[in-house]
């Protein structure tokens, strides 16, 4: 049996030295033999599984999932994603010749998603803000897509940075259709100012409302970074904001309550505070303040702002 020392299995396998040392110790992922002088000896069966390891790592899958795997599961696993990308080929010559349309559209983003095409993630992306209303955009293309990441999120097939960088991407296309809602919001609007707490992570939900609201042609300040309650509060005044919604989802308690008092000081009475996501990070003093309105999905969002 032909046996390879760790600099030829790494050349062989496309993985650097270091990187098959931290697989071996952290994941097990092959134990090769030993020489005499303590050496590593890989055999074929080591570097061809090492090789399938570096291919589906490639398409983004986790070492940690997949490393104890054996080359029989991880050949039936790189015959599926071989079977998707040459879908996904065909997929991409066809894009310029086709409209977009929702069920397409997602079907195509979620077979993205299972291959980490970041680039047909944005080009799907590119054309549905462009063809969809917001509204549209929101409950049938943004909505099951958070469902479909959040899925390979807690199966271990996309990771927090692969998520961040779908994330970011969403917001990017996104901000097209914020940047024209300034220009086409009705006079008679409300305006709403859209941030958070805390730094925004991963989640899409608020990014969403702010989506709805251009639908109603409502005027929108959507801040995707973190303000300081006194520099939210200069910019409520500023900009003279009839709503201030705020992302609650995964805040804490003590720090979300002092950021909503130091608010409350600041504005005036007649500004309203929409909370939206986990309701239970806030005390029942504050469900009884008459310029708090908590609101849990999206869809009650989108019924909240047809009321108004």
Known sequence: ML???IQVASRLCGVGVHTLRAWEKRYAAVTPQRAENGRRLYSEEDICKLQMLNELCHHGNSISAI???SNVELSQLLAKFTKKERLL???????EKNEANSPNALSHLVLALDTYKLDVISHELNKLVRTLNPKDLVHNILMPLLQEINTRVTRGALSSDQVSAISSMIRFHAGDILYLSHRQAARSGKVFIFSSPQMLGRDLGILSCALLCTHYRHKIFYF???????ALGQTVEA?????????TTHQSLTNLENYLTKLLYQLKQNKKFILFGDDQFVSEDFYKHRQFKFIGSLQKFDDFLKEI
């Open 3 to 5: 046996e390879s020392s």
């Open 239 to 247: 900009v003279n904001a009839d709503y201030v919604v705020l992302d």
């Open 89 to 95: 080929e065909h997929l991409s010559d066809d894009y």
């Open 224 to 230: 995707d970074h973190h303000l300081s309650s006194d």
């Open 67 to 69: 490393a104890n795997c």
